[in-house]
């Protein structure tokens, strides 16, 4: 039985939650207060629980076909697009050489959503849009003051992105880079089980933006609709893929690393556990604390160690546990909220073995 994380969440859920790291939650605070006189500080990288797995790392995507109202959308690059995400010390050359504009817009109620720009390593993307008010008002939500995000989310969502792929996982956010203009930004990421096919078009739904009001006790629809957008999802292999097959020791088991790959934004770890992992079932679709207790045992240390001596400890918490013939398959995968240039990475740590990245 295949066991996520987060107990098998739906998408439209998980797209509901604000999730983003405390670095990444300073950086958006700090860009949106008014005195940007002030340096920016140094982030670290950390993996945010956002996605799961990743592959065959990616250049993803992007001949783009607009639909819906006949909107087209303004091309941007892939690191204009992603700037408020990763921030202006990114690496935008690595941004713009795995990542590709969309562009692809539709109208609906006054709101035009683009999809500007796709960060794809074949099992992980980040989305990133623009969302603008043709009358030229600002959006009536709030930003929460503990992350700076905004406290807005979509009643619907659906994409078939990874639609031969199995055990989504992701999450969403809302910002606002400037908040002068008409317009705000929405971040959808999501991560697979399994690598998804590519060279097919990729179909966007998203309905109703729908604002949390009075410290989260009421909602209310700010923008009234459906959008659709469509565009050609394509990618090349750029991952790094380390040797695999080493015996390790997961919560005093046996375990061997079956594939170790890493990208610039993101990773995915598979090892197989001597032993089953036990999963009592859940009542009302409520994870029991066995569950947690359960990933827990089965987890292995995870480090990516950088050649500066910086050592990047991966929570390992985004992922599947899939129990069968006496053994558990362990898949560990996530994205990091910084770019990560490889060149810039000694090693990885799994369990007690560490492999050198050549």
């Known amino acids: 039985m295949n066991r996520e994380y987060n107990d098998n969440k739906m998408y439209n859920s998980a797209l509901d939650e604000l999730r983003f790291s405390e670095e990444a939650k300073s950086r958006m605070v700090d860009r949106l207060m008014a005195a940007a006189e002030q340096p920016e ?26 639909i819906g109202a006949g909107a087209t959308g303004v091309f941007k690059s892939a690191s204009d697009a992603f700037a408020g995400v990763f921030g202006p010390t990114a690496d935008t050359e690595i941004i713009d050489q795995i990542g590709r504009p969309i562009g692809a817009s539709d109208t609906a109620g006054g709101v035009t959503v683009t999809a500007d720009a796709i960060l794809f390593d074949g099992y992980n993307y980040l989305i990133s849009y623009t969302l603008e008010k043709e009358d030229g ?9 503990d992350t700076g995000l905004l406290n807005v989310y979509w009643n619907r969502a659906d994409s078939n992105i990874g639609l031969n792929a199995q055990g989504a996982i992701g999450s969403s956010y809302f910002y606002d880079e400037n908040p002068n203009d008409n317009a705000i930004q929405y971040v959808e990421t999501m991560s697979y089980t399994d690598a998804v096919t590519t060279g097919g078009t990729a179909k966007i739904m998203l309905g109703d933006l729908t604002a949390v009001t009075d410290n989260g006790a ?16 394509e990618a090349d292999n750029s991952a790094v893929e380390l040797p695999a097959g080493q015996s390790i020791q997961v919560g005093g088991k046996t375990a061997t690393i079956n594939k170790v790959l890493l990208s610039p934004i993101g990773y995915n770890f598979v090892y197989t556990v001597d032993g089953k992992a036990p999963f009592e079932n859940a009542e009302s679709g409520q994870e029991p604390a066995s569950h947690r207790d359960t990933w827990d045992a089965f987890s292995a240390k995870l480090l990516i160690n950088k050649k500066d001596g910086t050592v990047i400890d991966l929570p390992g918490n985004g ?40």
């Open 41 to 66: 500080q140094p982030v670290a990288i950390h993996c945010v629980r956002r996605f799961p797995r990743i592959a065959a790392v990616g250049v993803a995507a992007a001949l783009v076909l607009s």
């Open 137 to 145: 008002s600002a959006f009536d939500c709030t930003k929460n003051p």
């Open 218 to 233: 009421e909602t209310k629809t700010i923008a009234d609709g459906t959008w659709h957008l469509k565009f050609k999802l």
């Open 319 to 358: 992922g599947s546990m899939d129990s069968h013939d006496g053994n558990t398959v362990c898949t560990r995968q996530g994205t990091f909220d910084t770019i990560l240039p490889l060149d810039e990475v000694a090693s990885v740590t799994i369990g007690d073995t560490t492999i050198p990245v050549k």
